[in-house]
């Protein structure tokens, strides 16, 4: 067993303290088929098949729970983050604590990235269900000196295109 999984392991399961867990994988890009290195998948949820049309993807770090009819909890979470900080951040200048980021960054021409992409379906056939794409909830307890559910920032010196191909906020029925 390799030695970061043996140390996650045994962390889960309440004998040691987990030290960094590092995971160095050249990957594969070049096939037609799901190349995952690092997943928890829970009560038999097919990652493939929930990607769609051709379910190929090469993922680094992938979690998926499929969650039984007739359960009990709350909610079911494929992939959780949490932060917490006791940090003053100086009007956010230094010490800001981010719970979940992501960096599609365009290294090349023509190249196509995402920052964050999210997807809620339903399944043909299915009556009642209840999609949200993206919730936001803040829960406001003090006195903040900043209070914004979103915040969209265009920065760098590069030259925008011409609309529309350069929104903020697009909204298209396709």
Known sequence: MNKNFYNLDSHLSGGTALANLI???SGVFTNTKMNQYVTSL??????AAELGVSGNATIALTGGVATPSGTAVLNSIAAGEFA???CNSLNATVCNTVAV???GDAQTNSAS????NFLAKDETGVIGAQLKGVEIDMILNGTPSIFSGLSM????SGANPVY???NFIQLQSL
């Open 113 to 116: 990235v995402w920052g964050a």
């Open 84 to 86: 917490g900080s006791s």
């Open 23 to 25: 995971v160095a994988n």
């Open 164 to 166: 529309p191909n350069s």
């Open 42 to 47: 829970l009560d038999g949820i097919n990652v």
């Open 101 to 103: 980021y992501g960096l």
């Open 153 to 156: 920032y265009s920065v760098g």
